[in-house]
């Protein structure tokens, strides 16, 4: 099979990002990979604004593309095909990516290939670890939360998924009850090594229901619950009980994760999977990490974590899974449209999970 170069483009949420893939033989090497995030733009709102989000990436996206090529040592012209999210995702920055996608794709003459967000973040082992298929996936970042059975480019089979935040909102708003900075997650981590994971006994949202779905919101309720009755107490949090409160949440969403994923495996039939897979930017939390490749490893799976920079958002994902839809055919017209909501997996009911960032699904 001949050399393919696929530019990829993402700005379905706050991250605006361009990177050069070349894959020969089924391999890739990631000849660039840009990412200008928009963290300081959306800071004192608290939350991303959709419109700053969409005006930003408009703006960006020229610079990063110029960047991506640049880096790669990669002209214009070299480009076989354009990948671009089409969702899902906040959708003025979709429209946005895919409006200059279009705009390239005429200047140039390469086909365009509109690729589904989570379809990138679930296809990472492929490019970083040429994982086969199928294998099981678990997306836990700020945006999304999903089991999904990867079977090809386009054959996704959900098992289950956050029925309202996802852990990193959850992790998130957990560390703005605290008083922690953000993004949460690293703080509560840090704070939580000092911590009881046991002192507080916060409740485990779910466990008790069959199936694979999560909830984290009650998980916040009730650290919000701890935290004010300990501030009535005595008139504020003492480090260490920060810390402790930090620990017993970890340890809670830890727990249901792992818990949910046995579930996810044991549903999957674990004998035909290759391997049991993460992404997303709570992959980056140590003890969670620690909890799912000790289940994998009992299940005697391979555990794969791609590099945090491939897990979080990115366009060197986009560009992976838009090369492998290009080997399928897969091209798009002009009248590709951008979709806020694009379920992988059709067969099931859509979900209900739609928080800070956008809808999930
Ligand atoms: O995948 P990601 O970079 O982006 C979006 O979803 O947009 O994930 C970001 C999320 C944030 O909510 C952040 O708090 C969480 O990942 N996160 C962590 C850790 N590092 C990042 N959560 C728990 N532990 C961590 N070490
Ligand atoms: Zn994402």
Redesign the pocket.
């Known amino acids: 099979m001949s050399d393919l170069i696929l530019l990829g483009l993402e700005s379905s949420?706050?991250d605006t990002a361009a990177a050069i893939v070349r894959v020969s033989d089924g391999r890739s090497e990631v000849c660039s990979s840009v990412v200008k995030g928009q963290t300081q733009l959306h800071a004192e709102f608290g939350g991303v604004v959709p419109e700053i989000a969409a005006r930003a990436h408009a703006e960006t996206l020229d610079d990063v593309t110029r960047a991506a090529l640049t880096e790669a040592g990669v002209a214009l012209s070299d480009v076989d095909a354009i990948a671009v999210t089409a969702g899902p995702g906040l959708i003025g920055g979709v429209l946005s990516g895919v409006m200059f996608a279009k705009g390239l794709a005429t200047a140039t003459g390469a086909p365009l290939v509109g690729v589904n967000h989570l379809a990138g973040h679930a296809l990472t082992p492929r490019m970083t670890d040429g994982l086969d298929y199928p294998y099981l996936m678990l997306l836990v970042?700020?945006?999304?939360c999903q089991y999904l059975r990867v079977e090809g480019p386009e054959s996704f089979t959900r098992l289950g998924g956050t029925i309202d935040d996802?852990?990193?909102?959850a992790?998130?708003k957990a560390a703005r009850l605290l008083g922690l900075s953000q993004?949460?997650?690293?703080f509560?981590?840090a704070a939580a090594r000092c911590g009881d994971p046991v002192r507080f006994k916060f409740p485990r949202p779910l466990l008790d229901r069959e199936g694979c779905d999560l909830s984290f919101s009650g998980l916040k309720t009730a650290l919000m619950r701890a935290r004010d009755a300990l501030v009535a107490k005595h008139g504020g949090l003492s480090e260490q009980e920060r810390n402790d409160l930090c620990a017993s949440f970890q340890a809670a969403v830890v727990d249901v994760l792992r818990e949910k994923s046995r579930r996810a495996i044991e549903a999957s039939d674990p004998r035909s999977l290759t391997g049991f897979a993460v992404a997303?930017?709570?992959a980056?939390?140590?003890p969670?990490r620690e909890s799912l490749e000790g289940l994998a490893k009992s299940n005697d799976l391979p555990f794969v974590a791609p590099p945090l920079k491939y897990?979080?958002?990115n366009a060197a994902m986009i560009a992976w899974a838009g090369a492998e839809l290009f080997r399928l055919g897969v091209r798009h017209a002009m009248d590709l449209s951008a979709r806020p909501r694009w379920p992988l997996d059709t067969r099931q009911p859509g979900m209900l999970g739609s928080g800070k960032?956008g809808a999930k699904a």
């Open positions: 949420c706050d970042s700020g945006g999304h996802a852990p990193g909102e992790f998130d993004p949460g997650g690293p509560i981590e997303g930017g709570v980056a939390n140590g969670l897990c979080t958002d960032k």
